[in-house]
């Protein structure tokens, strides 16, 4: 049986207990699985490439057929690079499905050879995503449930030191 390699790409700007169910899922269905943590999206984000490698090693540490690593480009470039044969995605709401169905269609006609597989997230993480993460933390709120608790400290210390206004004045309470 050959030894498969798999690779479950992201942002995760920050890593929730959404992701981790996703990767350590997939880390039970491929021999190896590479979280691979993308450093420049077209979006807006809050932790740096390096944070981020960081947060996300520390929260799948002591998984030894887990790697972690940044990258940059398109992934399926990234899998053929390092001999990854399968795209691990989760899916939450129906929304998701459309997107992922429409990057999945577009990486299967540039890498025929790399297969994407979607997981279904399990139901209590339904709720989860980074955004929600990030505007919770950002108003304060209690993200512990949502996050490991390092990755709380690290958000609650990067939205005090945000020198600009979360919000436009006209939105803001007098």
Known sequence: MPHIKAVFPGTFDPIHYGHIDIALRAARLFDELV?????KPLKELIF???????????????????????YSGLTVEFCRRIGARVIVR????????????????TNQRLAPDVEVVALI?????????????REVAALG?????MVPP?????L???FQQRERPLFPASLREE
């Open 121 to 133: 997230t399990s139901d209590k993480y339904m709720f989860l995503s980074s955004t929600t993460v």
């Open 90 to 105: 989760g899916l939450r709401v129906f929304s998701d499905f459309e997107r992922e169905f429409r990057m999945a269609l």
């Open 150 to 154: 390092f990755v709380a400290e690290a």
């Open 141 to 145: 709120g209690d993200v512990t449930f």
């Open 156 to 158: 609650y210390r990067k």
């Open 48 to 70: 740096s490439p390096e944070e981020r490698v960081d947060m996300v090693r520390r929260a799948l540490d002591g998984h030894t057929n887990i790697q972690v690593v940044g």
């Open 35 to 39: 979280v691979a943590v993308y450093d």
